[in-house]
């Protein structure tokens, strides 16, 4: 069974721009968690999809934005790159919206912003 | 807000030897939640052990363990007969009841493993 996969795995950007990243869940998973990992720090939460909906956001300005697709994938999007938004991007997935906490993690995608 | 803490930003052990991570964490809710996960260096996080808070018993899985404290807010992973896989970054979490599988994690834990 495939796991959490994540594309692309790494990227450059410039400040300014735009940039989309994009995470498959396990099958039959249809919750989606996004959390950024910047160098040094612990995992910061971003967002949460279940169902199709946005169910949580983190602390995190609203040029990160996402969806989640009927087949519950999802798309982070993130506008008006800073330098500070280098990290790596951290898509997770679990069966539902309750549960035991277990989450299985994508490798990440790295981006970095110059 | 839920914040989780870890002190150790590294930790250094010998092979075969015991460790302990350390991990406190701040909340009012009595239902919740605890995690370590392990990060190795090819980045994919994998659970490591879980403890459920209304749960007296300290959850053990096979050479890992966690001396859960829920007064002091406390939960920290022992890990026995340290092995060079064992190298990787922790990470404690927490997750509220109620609050789907959103996980608050700590800062992390570098873990080195000495042969």
């Known amino acids: 069974e495939a796991g959490v996969t994540q594309s692309p795995t790494h990227l450059i950007k410039t400040r300014g721009q735009q940039v989309t990243l994009r995470c498959s869940p396990i099958?039959?998973?249809?919750?989606v968690y996004w959390y950024q990992q910047a160098l040094g720090l612990g995992l910061q939460f971003l967002l949460w999809y279940d169902e199709g909906e946005e169910r949580n956001r983190g602390n995190f300005p609203p040029r990160f934005s996402g969806r989640q697709f009927p087949n519950y994938s999802s798309e982070l999007n993130v506008n008006a790159l800073e330098l500070e938004d280098s990290a790596l991007y951290l898509c997770?997935?679990?069966?539902?919206?309750?549960?035991?906490?277990?989450?299985?993690f994508g490798e990440g995608s790295r981006l970095t912003v110059l | 807000a839920q914040t989780v803490t870890q002190s150790q930003p590294e930790m250094s052990v010998q092979e075969a030897e015991t460790v302990t991570l350390s991990c406190t964490y701040d909340?009012?809710?009595?239902?919740?939640?605890l995690f370590w996960y392990k990060q190795p260096p090819s980045r994919q996080m994998i659970l490591v052990i879980r403890q459920e808070a209304y749960k007296q018993q300290n959850a053990t899985e096979n050479r890992f363990s966690v001396n859960f404290q829920k007064a002091a807010k406390s939960f920290s992973l022992k890990i026995s007969d340290s092995q060079l896989g064992d190298a990787a970054m922790y990470f404690c979490?927490?997750?509220?009841?109620?609050?789907?599988?959103?996980?608050?994690f700590g800062g992390g834990t570098r873990l080195m493993v000495k042969p």
């Open positions: 099958s039959g998973h249809t919750s």
């Open positions: 979490a927490y997750r509220r009841n109620n609050a789907g599988n959103m996980l608050t």
């Open positions: 909340t009012s809710e009595s239902d919740y939640y």
């Open positions: 997770a997935s679990s069966q539902t919206g309750r549960g035991t906490g277990e989450l299985f």
